[in-house]
């Protein structure tokens, strides 16, 4: 019956005070909804700091239900401490929302809610799940100092842009920032092409991405880095580039984490014309969108036979090329793992730094096997490059 646009905090609780006291709602920015046959939405007001409304009351949340466990925590929460981000890359949308803006939340306010969520649920590791949350040099450090001073103990990690953070955070920094429990940096790759990120991704080349990497397992602090395949570009070999960027990455590091998406194209932004004179179907009702996200859509330019390399790849060579990945696994298919951890380790590590990818025999091998203890224990287990899942 209504939608809403823009940040949605004010005017979804001005249409609630407004239904509850049969008021007028049509004069709320940022408001759609239907007038008979006819839509109408409202223009959004400009964005405002979070620490500008009320504070949020957790009591009325159960913490516990939303903690996870990591490979280096046993109860991690995701939190934002920021919207938006200063950066305008093509493929985001959220360059489109938020204008190149940058809306953090006080230190005091993320210092109390994580003490909160200490006291309530007794977590041990936070992910920041902000866009960017090294956008400001002195906000980070602050919060970094603020955790010491405080003697908070939690590990951390959160978002950046490569280039940016190299140049923003000195190795002095990165010291007081491991001090102060930061264990991860997630980045967006993007691309292993330097002519596709010119077109994608703002400010950004590859060599960033290595830089970040080396620069952070100095300081024994890890990467997690995303990228993207199927751009409808007409860039010959990007794919083949990027795997080539992701082999580099493991071999400076082997604790890097990663992350292959689909690229998936989103109104408003610039590749979203190029995508459908590429031979995308714009959804036309609204249920069709449920399934238009990375996980499900699949670009029509790409060929079938990109997934079944993505799946070794993503599936198998990447997370067995790392050191004890079977410890993660379920007790009834660790025997199996950690032969593949161990004694197959070595072939994967040449297949990564020859790049041989071809007669895939140990990844169908494991593959064969997977299914069948999947299929006797009703399970999903997978393994991936950033972990291990299943039921």
């Keep these: 019956d209504f939608i809403i646009t823009g940040q949605g905090e004010k005017p979804f609780a001005l249409l609630t005070d407004a239904l509850l006291q049969h008021k007028d709602f049509t004069s709320i920015a940022g408001l759609g909804y239907k ?23 957790y009591s009325f949340i159960n913490i516990n239900a939303y903690v996870l466990k990591t490979d280096f925590s046993e109860r991690r929460l995701m939190y934002f401490a920021s919207y938006g981000c200063p950066l305008n890359c093509p493929f985001c949308s959220g360059a489109q929302v938020f204008k190149k803006s940058w809306f953090p939340k006080e230190t005091d306010t993320i210092i109390n809610d994580i003490k909160y969520f200490i006291r309530t649920a007794r977590i041990d590791s936070i992910l920041f799940w902000d866009d960017n949350f090294f956008s ?3 906000f980070v450090l602050d919060f970094a100092n603020r955790l010491i001073a405080e003697n908070i103990n939690i590990l951390w990690e959160g978002s950046a842009h490569a280039r940016s953070f190299v140049q923003m ?14 264990r991860r940096v997630s980045t967006g790759a993007e691309s292993g092409s330097d ?3 010119s077109a994608i991704k703002d400010k950004l080349v590859c060599e960033d991405v290595l830089h970040l990497i080396k620069k952070l397992k100095t300081h024994h602090i890890t990467t997690f880095f995303s990228t993207m395949m199927g751009y409808p570009l007409d860039v010959k070999d990007d794919i083949r580039a990027t795997f080539k960027l992701i082999r580099k ?7 890097v984490k990663i992350q292959i998406n689909i690229f998936t194209p989103y109104p408003q932004t610039p590749l979203y014309k190029k995508a459908i004179s590429k031979g995308f179907c714009e959804p036309q009702q609204l249920k069709d969108w449920i399934n238009h996200a990375p996980a499900c859509f699949r670009p029509p330019w790409l060929n079938p036979s990109f997934y079944d390399t993505l799946d070794a790849f993503m599936n198998f060579y990447l997370p067995f090329s790392e050191k004890k990945c079977y410890l993660r696994a379920p007790s009834g298919f660790r025997k199996t793992a950690r032969f593949f951890n161990t004694v197959w380790r070595p072939f994967i590590i040449a297949r990564l730094r020859l790049n041989l990818f071809i007669f895939p025999f140990d ?7 997977l299914n069948a203890y999947n299929k006797k224990h009703n399970d999903n287990l997978r393994f991936y490059a950033y972990g291990i899942f299943g039921n």
């Excluded at 955070?169 to 930061?182: C, H, I, K, P, T």
């Excluded at 990844?363 to 096997?369: A, E, T």
């Design 35 to 57: 007038n008979g046959n006819t839509l109408q939405i409202t223009p959004p007001e400009n964005f405002s700091r979070l620490d500008s409304f009320p504070k949020v009351d």
């Design 136 to 138: 400001n040099r002195k």
């Design 169 to 182: 955070f000195s190795d002095s920094d990165l010291d007081l920032l491991y001090r102060a429990g930061l």
């Design 195 to 197: 002519v596709v990120l």
């Design 249 to 255: 990455a493991k071999l400076i590091d082997n604790a």
């Design 363 to 369: 990844w169908m091998l494991f593959k064969k096997l």
